[in-house]
């Protein structure tokens, strides 16, 4: 049973860091490529990142670049999402998502999410 | 840069309905990389539908996509009470990976 578990939400004042992981079982987590997808209070999913199989590769939406990095350990099976300059706007629930063997950016298994919430 | 618009906003039916669903991109879609996601109040989204018309595994065949280019739809053919939910599409051809701005189906 494929199973994602993500961890490091919380609180974080403005200008802040936070690191979130999400810890992948189930499947060989080094031949897919993983997302973070993320959803502000009372709005819709937005695609922040995706990773390759390998790492050696990444995209990500104009909000992320420059603040945030995804980055995984295959020998691990872990996904992670390095967040600085937090800002309010970055308030949401955030979930790792995996991808297709053949596509990236599809989500085929969610995790249950991490809440993140920018406030002083 | 592919941006997805989804209409309605809301779709207001009955259970046994047939429920209608339209995403409509920007620019074509490549390789039909066009996904629907289900989402229930306090869950994590769910796939339906990839490549515009296959279905998930374990998705009932209520549910059929359809389309190719710039224009999608997502069918319920009769509506369950457990299917009334936040429907997104997304395209996954070519990052970024946009999603629609969601339909939400109520019970009427």
């Known amino acids: 049973e494929v199973q994602l578990l993500e961890s490091g939400g919380g609180l974080v004042q403005p200008g802040g860091s936070l690191r979130l992981s999400c810890a992948a079982s189930g499947f060989t987590f080094s031949n897919y490529a993983m997302s973070w997808v993320r959803q502000a209070p009372g709005k819709g999913l937005e695609w922040v990142s995706t990773l390759s199989p390998s790492g050696s590769t990444t995209y990500s939406t104009d909000s992320a670049k420059g603040r945030f990095t995804i980055s995984r350990d295959n020998s691990k099976s872990t996904l992670f999402l390095q967040m600085n300059s937090l800002i309010a706007e970055d308030t949401a629930i955030y979930y790792c998502?995996?991808?297709?063997?053949?596509?990236?950016?599809?989500?085929?298994?969610w995790g249950q999410g991490a809440l993140v919430t920018v406030s002083s | 840069e592919i941006v997805l618009t989804q209409s309605p906003g809301t779709l207001s039916l009955s259970p046994g309905e047939r429920a209608t669903l339209s995403c409509r991109a920007s620019q074509s879609v490549s390789s039909s990389y066009l996904g629907w996601y289900q989402q229930k109040p306090g869950q994590a989204p769910r796939l339906l539908i990839y490549?515009?018309?296959s279905r998930a595994t374990g998705i009932p065949d209520r549910f059929s996509g359809s389309g190719s280019g710039t224009d999608f739809t997502l069918t319920i053919s009769r509506l369950e009470p457990e299917d009334f939910a936040v429907y997104y599409c997304?395209?996954?051809?070519?990052?970024?990976?946009?999603f629609g701005q969601g339909t939400k189906l109520e019970i009427k």
């Open positions: 997304q395209q996954y051809g070519s990052p970024p990976y946009a």
């Open positions: 998502a995996r991808g297709s063997l053949v596509t990236a950016g599809r989500g085929d298994y």
């Open positions: 490549g515009a018309s």
